[in-house]
């Protein structure tokens, strides 16, 4: 039984370690005097000019409008898919309710799927529109944060650099050779790449099946490193072609913290205060190791309901017990409840099992994760998400003790407090609001195939899902209808820019004040006590915050279980 949490604790170890040349690089990319000539070229092609400065206005505008356009570019692709090329099965164009739901989810990297890839997209679609918005989303992501924490970092300026500049060095330097060298990488394990669309397999027993196949590895690269999620087949990484091996699995777990967890060693590396980076990595690897404990231990541990149906949960040497429903036989528990806990604190929404088949308590694990989104999180936005909850840290220890709040040497006021609890009710507010309008609107509930607080929890979770931009599923729930569709796209574009436009703002905010030295009521943050503090705050607000949700749905469900239980 020790087995898994060595295997638990290699991973994170090995997280550790990449975290700083990783932050190093992602540092280099963010502060770097010199532009590469494939850089210089593409300034020229979208007639921008690298040397320009942007206020947050100007940075957050060219976001939204840069945005909108790929969504639109993307949006149309799916509509024209029926007369692209490489499209020999005719598969037609999604309707335009399921097109505006696909362009949304995957430029805001939520990558939500109301349809089966294999079935619903050509390859000129997967590669023109859903690798291409992959890849935007991504870069979109990585490029704020970016922005944000050279925010933080200056002092009496005007400007938080240049959008463009952040997207197109972000794009070139990172994100683009990584995909390249991890789809090689994939290819020699056995992920496909081709333009193929099919090809017939000879089963044992003789008969012939058809397989789908496509451009997978490079789809699978991007979709991991850029916490995308997105997967070519229905499947997705349950998938054999999307997932064959154990070392492909490892890969997309440590692909998917890869960036989200050294972009804490760059914000300390740019704002020359290491030990700031390391106290945020440490707050998110306490709350990702105390999640993935939950998850584990409930999966583990199984349910009583499921023994008496028959259910063999006992662990041996020849299988590893525990609630095996939904899961993959390869991966087991404990390669199950890590990819649960990476996937939803990430917020990839990548799976290799089944979600809706997890306990009540693994089940909540997801959902909190998603609603805090800041245990480590989505490429960039996580980064952002964490210090919001830093700033209001230092500012509920600053009320305790009657000072001004300070964070960096900057004096966190009411016009930042303002700011941030904007951005942390949008939240809540868009994700529960959609929820409570799913609820009460007509035959919405037709969709679900489980009715009591289950059925509320497949609600719950696609609008936790979509507004966190994380793009899991419970399943259970028939989403591809014209009022789901449109609805969860608002929530995917709600959760991704009224969250983050403000804490742009923020960082404006703070570019534009002096630099405070330290003093004796200053309240250190680059120390273990406020690493304490900053994951009680996270935890205490955040679940505030959602406790209402949380409550109605899989904590009914654990007491129904564990009512039934005691009458069994």
């Known amino acids: 039984m020790w087995l898994p949490w060595i295997e638990f604790a290699a991973v994170l170890t090995a997280v550790t370690l990449l975290t700083i040349p990783m932050g190093k690089w992602l540092a280099r990319c963010f502060t770097s005097e010199h532009h590469t000539l494939l850089e210089r070229v593409s300034y020229r092609i979208i007639g921008v000019n690298p040397a320009q400065r942007m206020g947050w206005q100007a940075y957050g505008g060219a976001l939204l409008m840069s945005n909108a356009l ?28 399921l097109a505006f739901n696909t362009a949304a989810s995957f430029i805001t990297n939520t990558n939500w799927q109301a349809y089966a890839g294999e079935a619903s997209l050509t390859n000129a679609t997967q590669m023109a529109a859903i690798t291409f918005l992959m890849f935007a989303g991504a870069t979109t992501g990585v490029a704020a944060g970016a922005g944000f924490v050279r925010g933080l970092a200056r002092s009496s300026s005007q400007d938080i650099g240049n959008y463009w500049v952040d997207y197109v060095r972000v794009f070139w330097r990172v994100l683009l050779p990584l995909s390249f060298v991890m789809a ?26 058809q397989l789908m196949l496509g451009p997978v590895a490079s789809l699978e690269s991007i979709k991991h490193l850029g916490t995308n999620g997105g997967g070519f087949f229905s499947m997705n990484a349950a998938h054999p072609f999307e997932n064959p091996t154990p070392l492909t699995n490892m890969l997309h777990i440590l692909s998917m913290l890869l960036i989200p967890a050294g972009l804490t060693y760059a ?68 390669d199950t409840a890590l990819f649960v806990a990476t996937t939803t604190a990430a917020t990839t929404g990548s799976v290799n099992a089944m979600h809706d088949s997890l306990t009540p308590l693994g089940g909540i694990t997801p959902l909190a994760m998603m609603m805090l989104n800041c245990v480590f999180g989505g490429d960039g936005v996580g980064l952002i ?7 209001l840290t ?15 040497g900057k004096k966190i006021e ?29 035959d919405a509930t037709a969709s679900l195939n489980n009715r009591g607080p289950h059925g509320f929890s497949e609600i719950l979770y696609a609008y936790a899902s ?18 789901f569709n449109t609805t969860l796209g608002l929530a995917m574009m709600g959760g991704r820019y009224l969250t983050l436009l403000p804490l742009l703002a923020v960082a404006g905010s703070l570019a534009a004040k002096a630099t405070v030295p330290a003093g004796p009521g200053t309240f250190p ?29 899989p904590v009914i469900e654990h007491l129904q279980m564990l009512i039934g239980q005691l009458y069994a």
């Open 394 to 408: 230092v500012f509920l220890a600053g009320m305790m003790i009657g000072r001004t709040p300070e964070f960096l």
């Open 414 to 442: 009411v016009r930042e407090i303002k700011l941030v609890m904007l951005s942390v009710l949008a939240h809540p507010a868009v994700m529960l609001g959609l929820t409570a309008l799913a609820v009460l609107w007509p």
């Open 184 to 209: 090689l990488v994939y290819v020699w394990q056995g992920i496909p790449q081709t333009l193929d669309t099919q090809t017939v397999a000879t089963t044992l027993e003789g008969a012939k099946q």
């Open 466 to 483: 979509a507004t966190a931009n994380n793009g899991s599923a419970f399943a259970g729930l028939n989403a591809n209808t014209p009022f």
């Open 385 to 391: 998400n964490l210090i919001q909850y830093a700033i």
């Open 267 to 334: 914000f300390g590396s740019m704002l020359l205060r290491r030990k700031q980076g390391w106290v945020l990595f440490g707050a998110c690897m306490v709350m990702f190791v105390g999640f993935l404990s939950l998850v584990f231990v409930a999966e583990q541990n199984g349910s009583q309901l499921l023994a008496r149906a028959g259910a063999d949960q006992q662990y041996s040497l020849t299988q590893s017990g525990g609630n095996m429903e939904g899961k993959e036989l390869r991966f087991g528990i404990a």
């Open 525 to 553: 943050t680059a120390t273990p006590l406020f690493m304490g503090l900053l994951v009680f705050v996270v935890l205490v607000v955040g679940g505030l915050t959602f406790l209402p949700s949380l409550a109605l749905g």
């Open 70 to 97: 790929m969504l639109l570019l993307g949006y149309l692709v799916l509509r024209l898919q029926g007369w692209l090329p490489l499209n020999p099965l005719g598969i037609a164009a999604q309707t335009p309710d």
